[in-house]
């Protein structure tokens, strides 16, 4: 178990490496000297935001203050063994030869409001139950990511990773996600409302049991996306959809405008003659699967070849 203590040696340890006094440490981070003792005695610990800065001005990675990274201390709480003669870095090998299985951090149970984890690289985590509001994940590496149960509002995750992420029961309201990755990323049961999708990439994304509504999608790409028993409200679809498929879903104030449909299915949907399609495009099988939905097809062309 990863004590205070034993995360006051580590701190210590890498404090002394390179040669920094705690009052130097503390000037970096902008905190009291104080409050670095308190941590290297095992008093306290920092928030995750100063474990973030402190592994920058260290040169430790994020991981080196986890529980899964063996101890400093020899047993006796004497002699601190340096990190990097005892155990490989992420992706190095260990003596068995297999890969050295990297830490998983879980930041569930949280109530984060304010904070800035912009361009951290290691946020593979859980943040399942928690209440995130006004934060930031500007440019950050958040592929595999699982929020389950979450309130997420107000938050800007513009540029980031977020693919093969799994999103469960969770309400996603007035985000940023402008050019981001979603990219196999799955939705089930999750409201995401009022958020802004610009530019992102929604290639092999699944929407299931969700509420899709009042999003803006201006240049995202749609590519083996799929909702399925899902209610999409006030939403315009553009651009090229491909090998799409929208089945058992509700519709309400959405439109595809300019659109060019490829291979798109649409199966078992209600209301699906109340959706408008404007200046749009579509191969046959597409116009046959909306045909057989009762779907308006006046201002859809059919595209040759």
Same mark, same amino acid.
Request: charged fraction near 20%.
């Given at each position: 178990?990863?004590?205070?203590?034993?995360?006051?040696?580590?701190?210590?340890?890498?404090?002394?490496?390179?040669?920094?006094?705690?009052?130097?440490?503390?000037?970096?981070?902008?905190?009291?000297?104080?409050?670095?003792?308190?941590?290297?005695?095992?008093?306290?610990?920092?928030?995750?935001?100063?474990?973030?800065?402190?592994?920058?001005?260290?040169?430790?990675?994020?991981?080196?203050?986890?529980?899964?990274?063996?101890?400093?201390?020899?047993?006796?709480?004497?002699?601190?063994?340096?990190?990097?003669?005892?155990?490989?870095?992420?992706?190095?090998?260990?003596?068995?030869?297999?890969?050295?299985?990297?830490?998983?951090?879980?930041?569930?149970?949280?109530?984060?409001?304010?904070?800035?984890?912009?361009?951290?690289?290691?946020?593979?985590?859980?943040?399942?139950?928690?209440?995130?509001?006004?934060?930031?994940?500007?440019?950050?590496?958040?592929?595999?990511?699982?929020?389950?149960?979450?309130?997420?509002?107000?938050?800007?995750?513009?540029?980031?990773?977020?693919?093969?992420?799994?999103?469960?029961?969770?309400?996603?309201?007035?985000?940023?996600?402008?050019?981001?990755?979603?990219?196999?990323?799955?939705?089930?049961?999750?409201?995401?409302?009022?958020?802004?999708?610009?530019?992102?990439?929604?290639?092999?994304?699944?929407?299931?049991?969700?509420?899709?509504?009042?999003?803006?999608?201006?240049?995202?790409?749609?590519?083996?996306?799929?909702?399925?028993?899902?209610?999409?409200?006030?939403?315009?679809?553009?651009?090229?959809?491909?090998?799409?498929?929208?089945?058992?879903?509700?519709?309400?104030?959405?439109?595809?405008?300019?659109?060019?449909?490829?291979?798109?299915?649409?199966?078992?949907?209600?209301? %699906?003659?109340?959706?408008?399609?404007?200046?749009?495009?579509?191969?046959? %099988?597409?116009?046959?699967?909306?045909?057989?939905?009762?779907?308006?097809?006046?201002?859809?062309?059919?595209?040759?070849?």
């Amino acid at each position: 178990m990863l004590t205070t203590a034993i995360l006051g040696d580590r701190i210590a340890h890498a404090r002394k490496k390179v040669n920094l006094s705690q009052s130097q440490l503390a000037g970096q981070l902008f905190i009291s000297p104080q409050a670095v003792g308190k941590w290297e005695r095992g008093e306290s610990m920092p928030d995750i935001i100063t474990f973030n800065r402190m592994a920058e001005i260290l040169g430790v990675d994020l991981n080196y203050f986890s529980e899964s990274f063996p101890s400093l201390t020899d047993g006796t709480g004497d002699n601190p063994v340096a990190p990097a003669e005892s155990v490989p870095g992420p992706g190095e090998e260990t003596q068995s030869g297999k890969p050295e299985k990297k830490p998983v951090w879980d930041m569930s149970g949280g109530n984060w409001v304010d904070a800035d984890f912009s361009g951290l690289k290691n946020l593979h985590e859980k943040f399942s139950s928690s209440n995130m509001q006004r934060c930031r994940f500007v440019g950050s590496e958040l592929s595999g990511l699982l929020l389950k149960r979450n309130n997420v509002e107000k938050c800007d995750f513009s540029g980031s990773d977020i693919s093969g992420s799994n999103i469960q029961h969770s309400n996603l309201s007035k985000n940023q996600f402008i050019s981001c990755s979603l990219r196999e990323a799955a939705f089930s049961g999750s409201n995401v409302e009022g958020c802004d999708f610009s530019g992102a990439d929604f290639s092999g994304v699944s929407f299931r049991s969700a509420a899709f509504g009042s999003n803006s999608l201006e240049n995202s790409i749609w590519n083996r996306s799929s909702f399925i028993s899902s209610h999409i409200d006030n939403i315009v679809f553009g651009g090229t959809l491909e090998e799409c498929s929208f089945e058992n879903c509700a519709f309400s104030r959405t439109k595809f405008v300019n659109a060019t449909l490829l291979n798109t299915f649409f199966k078992n949907n209600k209301k %699906l003659k109340r959706v408008q399609f404007i200046d749009c495009r579509a191969d046959k %099988l597409t116009l046959a699967f909306l045909k057989n939905g009762n779907a308006d097809l006046k201002r859809i062309s059919l595209l040759e070849g």
